[in-house]
């Protein structure tokens, strides 16, 4: 029973990864340590970061650099990041770790988070607009004109200001693009779908055809025979088949979950005879799920029990408990100014840019989505990262001049297709060794340290 063509099932919009969230310095065949440089080309969400972060040893500098395919997905990481970064006193642990997981994986939502979301997306045009920068917070750093070299940032680091920043090295069209982004969050425009569930419904259709009638049947199919046999056996049918009916991947107390999630809502362009037409809606994943960027893999092996054959707890739960663990992560790296600075309490609809929490010796940087190509012409960034990760979306873009960027010891991590539900074995294989045939072509050679596994390909740099 095939799901149908890979390009209706996956999307053509990544809003989450097709892999388990991994820390990132721990990929080649020893763990980098002190002061370590990652380029994430297409990763989608978060997920690598925080639980990078969660690894970090106390002397540890991290600074991540992020290229992305498009300003909504952007968006959407700036998003995600800022909900992570609101202090526990602001809102209660529990309650942001819902907040998060339903505006990372749910197509409609909560009425009190929607509330959070037009908050943040309000303070975010705020921030990305800001010619004059007198929206500054040491987590959320921009910087239209000024470059950050790698020595400032180095300084920095050794006076322990740097937190998590978010230098964003975009083009002012693409400040305005994020602008027009946040602000159709807040209040959407004529394009936007009437409803959520009419839009989903209407990927399922396009994407199951004839089998349509028999929905859940194929979706017990690729659940059992596909996400269960690759070993994600805690997804549960009842959770996954909700998710594939509505969009609906966390439900985690009770509520009514019926308003549009416009962070999932983008643009497609489709030729109509002569014409194009722009259609907004969502035409990210339908098949793999969400569960698969934190609910399927832990350090807590107790989550992981069986019972007469049966997971004891869900992909729901997993991810419940990873997301949890990553933001106490966090507030163990606040820093020491910040945690006094916290003692008081803050109303959550409230919390500002700069009242976010600030962590030691952590940069996020966004560069223009067409930078990757010019990363390895400029000195600041030549033999600059230490590891170095695409997603399978975007492996066509690694070539020869990615070895430029790429420090001496550098890792590249390569994401495979394995949760691509509608590639069959033969296709993931190809895929493989199209991963591999590429990365050896642009200067890198697999890793013989590292055990092989079918989730990420692990290069060196060639000597």
């Not at 037409?277 to 989550?303: C, E, H, M, N």
């Amino acid at each position: 029973m095939s799901a149908g063509r890979a390009s209706e099932g996956a999307g053509c919009v990544t809003w989450w990864g097709f892999s388990p969230a991994c820390d990132l310095l721990t990929l080649g065949p020893v763990r980098q340590k002190g002061e370590v440089n990652v380029l994430l080309v297409g990763s989608a969400d978060p997920r690598h970061i925080l639980k990078t972060i969660a690894g970090l040893g106390d002397e540890d500098s991290l600074h991540v650099w992020l290229i992305e395919s498009s300003m909504e997905v952007v968006a959407r990481q700036l998003l995600l990041l800022y909900l992570a970064l609101i202090p526990q006193e602001s809102m209660g642990l529990n309650e942001k770790t819902e907040v998060f997981l339903e505006v990372f994986g749910n197509s409609e939502i909560r009425s009190q988070t929607e509330k959070t979301l037009k908050h943040v997306a309000s303070n975010l045009i705020l921030y990305v607009t800001d010619a004059q920068e007198t929206t500054t917070h040491s987590c959320l750093n921009t910087s239209l004109l000024k470059v950050v070299k790698s020595a400032d940032l180095t300084a920095q680091v050794h006076h322990k200001v740097i937190c998590l920043k978010m230098l964003m090295f975009l083009k002012f069209k693409e400040r305005d693009e994020l602008a027009r982004i946040f602000s159709f969050w807040i209040k959407p425009d004529s394009s936007a779908p009437p409803s959520m569930y009419k839009v989903w419904d209407y990927r399922v259709r396009q994407h199951l055809g004839t089998r349509y009638d028999s929905k859940t049947g194929c979706f017990d199919w690729d659940l059992t025979m596909k996400l269960h046999d690759k070993g994600s056996g805690v997804i549960n049918k009842q959770q996954y088949v909700r998710w594939r009916e509505r969009g609906v991947a966390f439900e985690m107390r009770e509520g009514v979950y019926q308003i549009t999630n416009p962070s999932l809502l983008s643009t497609r362009v489709f030729r109509q005879k002569l014409d194009k037409v722009s259609v907004r809606g969502y035409w990210g994943d339908i098949v793999s799920s969400p569960y698969i960027a934190f609910g399927i893999q832990t350090d807590d092996k107790s989550l992981l029990k069986t019972q007469n054959g049966q997971h004891i707890k869900t992909a729901q739960d997993i991810s419940f408990a990873n997301v949890q663990e990553f933001f106490h992560s966090l507030s163990r790296r606040q820093s020491d100014t910040e945690t006094e600075k916290s003692s008081l309490p803050t109303d959550k609809i409230s919390v500002t840019i700069n009242e976010l929490m600030q962590l030691n010796r952590i940069s996020v940087n966004f560069l223009p989505l067409d930078s990757l190509k010019k990363l390895p012409e400029k000195q600041k960034y030549s033999h600059f990262f230490n590891t170095i990760y695409f997603s399978a979306s975007c492996t066509h873009h690694l070539g020869p001049t990615m070895r430029q960027a790429a420090a001496p010891d550098a890792v590249l991590a390569v994401e495979l297709a394995k949760y691509i539900l509608d590639l069959n074995k033969e296709q993931e294989e190809d895929f493989a060794e199209k991963v591999a045939s590429i990365s050896q072509e642009a200067g890198f050679q697999p890793c013989q340290e590292v055990k092989r596994d079918d989730v990420q390909a692990v290069f060196m740099l060639k000597k």
